[in-house]
């Protein structure tokens, strides 16, 4: 498989403390992967570097073999190049479909399809069709979070980044969640990378981790392979401790959200 995204050494720094430490890695179109990190590691950093809602200090991004240095985020996103956010960011004083037709109305988006009949067929995946005229203040969290996700589809992008889709929400609400990203990858062959901390989850969902501690990639592997791993097992759990990291994964040793 060709890669569609190439990340070559990017570093960005908040003052003096470094967020994103000389990160390399490399993502294969139609690859489902994920980012693995303690609170504070700088996974979403990394996508705000990618998705240039953030300026990076140093390193190189290639995204469909283009270098992506110095566009902004509506370029990157017409690139085809989405994401969602942890905390969900509806436009206010809008419908659900309202918020899903200003995707729809991205130029690469409006190429293919007509605007309304696309954001109704996004609402329809996404299990949303029956809130399309709701207010989204009146949404429950789980459909927030499926709009994050519809929101970010409208763009129709080849890359979606998903940081934290299950941020939020109960064990029974994150089952549906995960099959809807599934089926993303599956039906339409989206290429995905995700950030979660719900281990258990996560690593059901996805082929390949890159696990972050303190802004570096730590470890790269099967799920299997990194649940092994002693640079990830140490950063989840100490240096004393040599328990399964998908035990306590909410439990982060250093940093906040
Ligand atoms: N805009 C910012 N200004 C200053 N420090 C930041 C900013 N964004 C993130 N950080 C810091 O960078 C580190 C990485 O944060 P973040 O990427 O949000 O981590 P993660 O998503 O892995 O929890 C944290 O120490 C955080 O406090
Ligand atoms: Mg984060």
Do not use: W
């Amino acid at each position: 498989m060709n890669a569609l995204l190439e990340i070559d050494g990017l570093n960005k720094r908040f003052a003096g403390l470094v967020a994103v430490n000389d990160v390399s890695f490399t993502l294969a179109s139609g690859e489902i992967a994920g980012i693995l990190g303690p609170n504070g590691a700088g996974k979403t950093t990394l996508f705000n570097l990618l998705t240039g809602f953030l300026p990076r200090d140093s390193g190189r991004v290639r995204f469909a073999g283009e270098d992506l240095a110095g566009h902004s985020p509506h370029q990157i996103v017409n690139r085809g190049l989405a994401r969602t956010f942890q905390l969900c960011r509806p436009f206010a004083g809008m419908s659900v479909l309202e918020n899903v037709m200003v995707g729809c109305l991205a130029p690469r988006a409006r190429r293919h399809e007509a605007p309304l009949a696309r954001a109704r067929a996004i609402l329809e995946a996404v299990g949303l069709a029956h809130r399309a005229p709701a207010p989204v203040e009146v949404l429950p969290y789980g459909d927030l979070r499926r709009l994050e996700i519809a929101r970010a589809l409208a763009t129709k992008p080849r890359l979606l980044l998903l940081d934290e889709p299950f941020a939020g929400l109960g064990t029974s609400e994150i089952e549906p969640i995960s099959a809807l990203i599934r089926r993303l990858h599956a039906a339409e062959g989206l290429t995905i990378l995700l950030i979660e901390h719900r281990l258990r989850e996560f690593m059901q969902l996805v082929s390949r981790v890159i696990a972050m501690d303190f802004g570096r990639v730590i470890a790269s592997g099967t799920p299997a392979e990194i649940v092994r791993h002693p640079r990830v097992i140490e950063a989840y759990l100490g240096r004393d401790e040599a328990a399964d990291p998908a035990a306590e994964p909410d439990e982060a040793p250093h940093g906040a959200a």
